[in-house]
């Protein structure tokens, strides 16, 4: 199942890829053929959530998996600084706040606020329980390195309610 969940993720990135402007960077993974798509200017807030949660939705959490890496590619410097090392990152969703955002069902962004270099998204999820979580997404525009200009994620509450029946 791995395997083919894998397979998946790898095709929905190649669709994606072909339907991003040319300036969209990708970069080869470690390993295999596969690709993540990496942070640009040409991004929009939105593309840089709905990439994420489709790694999320895709992964188990494991850290070296092609899907976490995915995510891991599209934290804001400022919340890699807070959050560490990608193995301690992908730590994070062994919490129960974070935890419904693995192998969630479905999920819908909707776009609350919007500054010059920030952007606040209500994400609302439906867990493989059956159960909707909502959470607020915050995305910045990174101001350094090579990542300069594009939107990446400062920061996600954990859910507002923990949770409620669908």
Same mark, same amino acid.
């Given at each position: 199942?791995? /395997?083919?969940?894998?397979?998946?993720?790898?095709? @929905?990135?190649?669709?994606m +890829?072909?339907?991003?402007?040319?300036?969209?960077?990708?970069?080869?993974?470690?390993?295999?053929?596969?690709?993540?798509?990496?942070?640009?200017?040409?991004?929009?807030?939105? =593309? !840089?959530?709905?990439?994420?949660? @489709? %790694?999320?939705?895709?992964?188990?959490? *494991?850290?070296?998996s092609?899907e976490?890496?995915?995510?891991?590619?599209? +934290? /804001?410097?400022?919340?890699?600084?807070?959050?560490? &090392?990608l193995?301690?990152?992908?730590?994070?969703f062994?919490?129960p706040?974070?935890?419904?955002l693995? %192998?969630?069902?479905? /999920?819908q962004?909707?776009?609350? +606020?919007?500054?010059? *270099?920030q952007?606040?998204?209500? !994400?609302?999820v439906?867990?493989? =329980? +059956?159960?909707?979580? !909502?959470?607020?997404?915050?995305?910045?525009?990174? =101001?350094?390195?090579?990542?300069?200009?594009?939107?990446?994620?400062l920061s996600v509450?954990a &859910?507002?309610?923990?949770?409620?029946?669908?």
């Open positions: 199942m791995k /395997h083919f969940t894998h397979k998946i993720f790898v095709i @929905l990135l190649a669709v +890829a072909l339907l991003m402007p040319p300036s969209s960077q990708i970069m080869a993974a470690d390993e295999g053929a596969s690709s993540i798509i990496m942070p640009s200017p040409s991004l929009l807030p939105e =593309d !840089v959530v709905a990439i994420q949660l @489709l %790694g999320l939705q895709l992964t188990k959490g *494991d850290s070296s092609v976490m890496r995915q995510v891991w590619a599209f +934290a /804001h410097p400022y919340n890699k600084a807070m959050t560490g &090392p193995q301690r990152f992908a730590r994070l062994d919490l706040a974070y935890r419904p693995l %192998g969630h069902k479905s /999920h962004i909707l776009r609350l +606020a919007q500054g010059e *270099d952007v606040q998204m209500q !994400v609302q439906t867990g493989r =329980d +059956a159960k909707s979580y !909502v959470y607020l997404w915050v995305v910045g525009r990174a =101001d350094t390195g090579p990542e300069a200009g594009s939107w990446m994620t509450s &859910p507002a309610g923990g949770g409620t029946q669908s």
